[in-house]
């Protein structure tokens, strides 16, 4: 099978070696975003490796941004949460989502000055949150937060920008309902996800209007879309890549490959992906490094 290597996309300079990150993604501009915490502390985690903490609330972070010429930095006031979830929206806007010193939950937006301007509740158990550069919000959740929290239970909700529910997705009549959302990817007012259990591929608009196709890969890890063809990473393999065309009502393999690392190294290990439209953005254990594959 052929191969196809990850391209690198950005890298947080060591200039910011001495900071912990607490929450990266890369946005619907291609920007790679850095949430960097100056102290924290390090708790243990049933998972494997400890994770940061901010040692006090509030505290000032520093979002470090990379467009793959320049840096950016600019400094949010007084957070008062450990962000897990983190994008950019329109107007120069920040959203962090996570947990706060009391383990309360929220979704916090900051404005280009870097002040906070609006806090709600997002729900529990989220996977993804993805915004698009016409002012919508995406946020899919796992099982966890759709058994028990409202917000959650569709297992695909859309936002404005400025946090207000829009919309919340119901399956047809002979379709499973959400269980978890393996994979998602978001392009301008339009999302896309795969979920459990049967894996079908969603396709949804910021209108409303949505169609649910057959996807034969199960499992994926993460999705990238361009016109009718579509990526899919993952399935019997985290490293397989299938490239599917579109039709009606189903998506259907025409080619597979292996993902490798840049080198032509096995792609090893836990890794996470952001899908933006053609793009799939990767990272590995790695908070710092993000690469891409493109359709």
């Not at 070696?17 to 100056?38: I, M, N």
């Not at 937060?145 to 119901?170: E, F, H, K, T």
């Not at 949804?204 to 890890?221: E, I, L, Y």
């Amino acid at each position: 099978m052929r191969q196809v290597a990850l391209l690198p996309h950005a890298r947080l300079p060591r200039q910011y070696d001495d900071r912990q990150v607490l929450a990266t993604t890369v946005d619907a501009w291609g920007r790679a975003l850095w949430f960097l915490c100056p102290q924290v502390d390090l708790e243990p985690s049933p998972y494997g490796k400890p994770y940061a903490r901010p040692s006090r609330y509030p505290y000032d972070g520093l979002l470090v941004s990379s467009d793959g010429t320049a840096i950016r930095e600019r400094v949010l006031r007084d957070v008062d949460l450990r962000p897990s979830h983190l994008d950019t929206l329109p107007n120069e806007r920040v959203l962090l989502r996570g947990h706060g010193a009391d383990r309360a939950k929220g979704a916090q937006i900051y404005g280009r000055d870097g002040r906070r301007r609006h806090t709600f509740d997002m729900g529990t158990g989220i996977e993804h949150v993805l915004a698009d550069r016409q002012h919508n919000l995406w946020s899919a959740y796992f099982d966890e937060g759709v058994y028990v929290d409202p917000i959650s239970a569709a297992g695909l909700v859309r936002w404005d920008s400025g946090g207000n529910r829009q919309w919340g997705y119901s399956p047809p009549e002979g379709i499973e309902y959400i269980d978890t959302v393996y994979a998602c990817n978001v392009d301008d007012r339009v999302a896309w996800a795969v979920y459990y259990p049967t894996f079908p591929l969603l396709q949804t608009h910021a209108d409303g209007r949505f169609r649910v196709r057959r996807n034969p890969v199960r499992s994926p890890r993460g999705i990238a879309v361009h016109g009718d063809r579509i990526l899919l990473l993952g399935g019997d393999r985290s490293d397989h890549l299938h490239y599917c065309r579109l039709t009606d009502d189903e998506a259907v393999v025409v080619d597979e490959a292996v993902l490798t690392m840049p080198g032509g190294g096995p792609l090893r290990g836990r890794f996470r992906t952001v899908g933006r439209g053609r793009h799939l953005y990767v990272r590995g254990t790695s908070t710092r490094t993000w690469y891409a594959v493109s359709l």
